[in-house]
């Protein structure tokens, strides 16, 4: 499967590689190698990075304390010290390198300095009053997202993900509706 970019942030992205998180869990990095697809194809991080199962357990413990850093923060509550301890130390690390050449910026590092970088995202985020985070609104997908749309509007973490899902669902529904309109679709 394919990893999605849309929630606005790496670490946003991160926490994302879980999908269905309160029904049917789907987890997206299982493997050593699954984690170093996921750094590379993540932009702003290191390009190349090997790790191994240790490696993946750092990512994992950072990534499940990002989203429940997210969560606090979206409801208003005060962060799990637990959590937050994950998330500093991590942070405490040396960022990847970057160069800047005429093709670009190139970044590189090693596994533990990718994750340093997206720790700090995450605690520049969760400390940014402005940030509009929010959940998906498709109730089966609880992917967090940054909402940077005008007036923070946005409703789902991506149209192609989500938002056309919804919207196809909610055109079934009313088709259904009128096909019977005794029934109680037609009353919704
Ligand atoms: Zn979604």
Request: charged share 25%; aromatic share 4%; glycine share 8%.
């Amino acid at each position: 499967m394919d990893f999605s970019f849309v929630s606005g942030d790496p670490a946003l992205d991160l926490a994302g590689t879980v999908g269905s998180r309160r029904s049917t869990p789907v987890d997206l990095l299982n493997t050593p190698s699954d984690l170093e697809r996921w750094v590379a194809s993540c932009e702003g991080l290191p390009d190349a990075v090997v790790t191994d199962p240790e490696g993946l357990a750092s990512a994992l413990s950072l990534r499940e304390a990002i989203y429940r850093l997210a969560l606090d923060r979206i409801a208003e509550r005060p962060f799990t010290p637990d959590d937050l301890a994950v998330l500093n130390t991590t942070a405490a690390g040396p960022p990847p390198t970057v160069e800047l050449g005429d093709e670009g910026v190139h970044v590189s590092g090693t596994l533990a300095q990718a994750l340093a970088q997206v720790a700090r995202g995450a605690i520049a985020l969760l400390a940014d009053p402005e940030a509009a985070l929010k959940e998906c609104g498709r109730p089966d997908c609880t992917r967090l997202y940054l909402d940077r749309s005008r007036g923070a509007r946005r409703t789902w973490c991506g149209m192609d993900e989500c938002g056309n899902r919804m919207k196809a669902a909610a055109y079934r529904a009313r088709r259904r509706a009128r096909a019977h309109p005794d029934s109680d679709a037609g009353q919704v």
